[in-house]
């Protein structure tokens, strides 16, 4: 996900970044944000760090202090001492960093995973509103942070997911519903789609289906 402000935010960083960000035709980014260390949230940042490196653009990257020896284990090319990639793809603790994002306070929050554990979703707050971002989320159980939102993008896999609970680890399309129903959002962008969610079909009432590309205007 980018955000597009007085900066150019980019939210987690996917295996096939490359290929983004010449579809789109963007060029660099003045911020990483990262929700947690799996593959499909982090791999883009071998080619971020590389663009990084030779542009001499340098793209911070700011992940919850809990995800960056994480983050540092996958890309110890990157982090070690005296790496040339230091200067240019730096990282901090989300939780320590007292700036706004494109307008925005960013505030990571735990949320459990199902049967991976654990990851993070982003509280956004601006002058103008606030909107969330959980891509991995199973059993979401303090709701208070998420009430109320202007926008909520929630991460989703099945339509109806057929596997035992115990082994899953995102919301099904229908268990989002309901979890939207609890937490009032204005709006809500399903992302993270897969598995059989036909987006040819309409989505239930009062949700959008995301796909590649799309735009929305953020409160």
């Not at 991976?116 to 059993?139: H, I, K, T």
């Amino acid at each position: 996900m980018v955000i597009e402000g007085s900066e150019r935010i980019l939210i987690d960083c996917a295996p096939e970044l490359r290929l983004q960000c010449v579809r789109e035709d963007i060029g660099n980014f003045d911020a990483v944000l990262i929700t947690h260390a799996h593959n499909d949230h982090i791999l883009g940042l071998g080619d971020l760090g590389d663009r990084a490196r030779w542009t001499r653009e340098p793209c911070p990257v700011f992940a919850p202090a809990e995800v960056l020896p994480q983050i540092a284990s996958r890309f110890e090319y990157m982090s070690r001492e005296k790496s040339p990639y230091l200067c240019h793809v730096p990282t901090a603790a989300l939780e320590n960093t007292f700036r706004e994002f494109a307008g925005y306070r960013a505030t990571p929050i735990q949320v459990p995973h199902g049967f991976n554990g654990w990851s993070y979703a982003f509280r956004m707050d601006s002058s103008s509103g606030s909107w969330g971002y959980m891509p991995d989320c199973l059993g979401l159980e303090d709701l208070e942070p998420w009430r109320n939102l202007d926008l909520l993008v929630l991460g989703t896999s099945f339509y109806r997911e057929p596997a035992p609970l115990e082994g899953r680890s995102v919301y099904d399309v229908m268990e989002a519903v309901e979890l939207v129903s609890k937490l009032g959002p204005k709006r809500t962008l399903l992302t993270h789609l897969g598995h059989g969610v036909d987006v040819r079909r309409p989505p239930p009432e009062g949700i959008q289906y995301a796909r590649d590309g799309l735009i929305v205007p953020l409160p």
